[in-house]
């Protein structure tokens, strides 16, 4: 954890909770406990009916949620925009490339415009790590927001519908606690914002083994900080472990000092059939997305029966319907 990183995830608690302790906005899970995240998990266990399907509810009935993504996304923004829309929000999609941003308005003048059109909630996508506790800074106390991912710094709503899967899939499968689970996670953890969030949400969910496994290249400096076993080699890494989760290696990095090629990477760190054979007979096989198929995992293990990779995309719908409904019920209080 670097020196900024410290100072954000200090910073993330203050803005984001209201005073009885909900959720005003959904920053970080950074700051929150262990029955703070619970009761996200809880919430979204709720979303789903008897036959495991997403229900639709009027939380959000009469409200307008705006999604300010200026960087790319295709699963986090689609995945939010259902969310909305099954909660019964007014979704409103600002086309970043055409905004006012590139014309030189400040983010703040942005946002206060944007505000000014009653929008009760911001998604926010940017490349600026503390951007969104920037935004959360400077709106009305009615309005939330909700990171979509910030920089290097912090991917929230992933962290926890990963932590919704593990929950769902190896936890009440096999009648098993959190402090109880060992958790690999493999690839670039240096440059990877789902990382810093997963780690920092399973260590608040009490899981007492969490691996890193990646070439010293694709660890951040001072790894040590973040309470975790580090491994170069994965055979090791992976060995008994519940659940494995890859990172997508952006190609940027490939051919770079930090990785030779694609080769040489899924050669030595690749999730592959015997690779997965290490782990417990049952260990899930996760991904964030985009998968680099041939890259970080096989297509036979992507696809395989311990894969619950699709099952993640369903399941952050669910948790970004909690964390927004929970942020807005929080705004309420808090007037």
Sequence with gaps: ??????????????????????????????GLNRAQLESIIDKAMGYFD???????TDELSGR?????????????RTTFEAAQKRLGANVLNLDIARSSTNKGETLRDTLWNLEAMSADMFVVRHGASGAAHFMATQVTPNVAIINAGDGWHAHPTQAMLDMLTIHREA????????????????GDIKHSRVARSDICALKTLGVKDIRVIAPRTLLPKGIERYDVSVFEQIEQGVADVDVMIGLRIQNERIGSPLLPSTAEYFKMYGITESRVKLAKPNALVMHPGP??????????????????????????????MAVMAMAMQGQMSAR
């Design 1 to 30: 954890m670097t020196d900024v990183d410290a100072r954000l995830n200090a910073q993330l608690a203050r803005p984001q909770l209201s005073s009885d302790g909900g959720i005003r906005h959904f920053l970080g899970v950074e």
């Design 50 to 56: 008897a036959n495991d399907k997403l229900i639709n």
């Design 64 to 76: 307008t949620v705006m999604n300010l993504f200026f960087e790319n996304s295709t699963r986090t």
């Design 171 to 186: 936890c009440l499968k096999n009648n098993k606690s959190f402090d109880e689970l060992s958790v690999a996670i493999i």
């Design 291 to 320: 998968m680099n198929r041939g890259v970080e995992i096989t297509s036979s293990v992507a696809d395989g029966s311990q894969s619950v990779i699709l099952k993640q995309v369903n399941n952050g719908i669910a948790v970004r």
